[in-house]
């Protein structure tokens, strides 16, 4: 397993929430499970660009972290279910606000992103 070199420094709240949620889809796996979407088949049909793997690794850490539960069914084929934990169920009002708010920004921040990727990345963009 991979163990990591040097470990995060964990100041302030957003830092804790940044080492949490860190990964391209736990938001959106989060949100899907939220609205009943358990199985992993089901939320790769949700995230169609995610990988099998990626999808595993990053349902792993959430269990890690304490925001969904796997409960593992003994039957054949096996058959593997997550759920939000009270304690994960308390992001989902801040997962909405933050989709509320793409929302009513989606024009422009689709411009923002279509010129990024179309003239590269400017040097004020990354610093």
């Not at 899907?32 to 088949?41: A, L, M, V, Y």
């Not at 969904?68 to 994960?88: A, C, N, Q, S």
């Not at 997962?95 to 689709?110: S, T």
Request: aromatic share 8%.
């Amino acid at each position: 397993m991979y163990e990591r070199k040097i470990q995060p420094q964990l100041n302030c709240g957003l830092d804790l929430v940044g080492e949490v949620l860190y990964g391209k889809w736990k938001i959106r796996i989060l949100w899907f499970i939220s609205e009943g979407h358990k199985r992993p088949g089901e939320l790769q049909r949700k995230i169609p660009d995610v990988s099998r793997r990626v999808l595993n690794v990053q349902l792993k850490e959430l269990e890690s972290h304490e925001l969904v539960t796997r409960k593992i069914y003994p039957v054949m084929p096996p058959k593997v279910e997550y759920d939000l934990t009270e304690f994960g169920s308390t992001l989902i009002p801040l997962i909405h606000a933050i989709g509320l708010w793409g929302d009513e920004h989606q024009d422009r921040l689709r411009d923002v992103i279509a010129r990024q990727y179309a003239g590269g990345m400017t040097a004020e963009a990354t610093e």
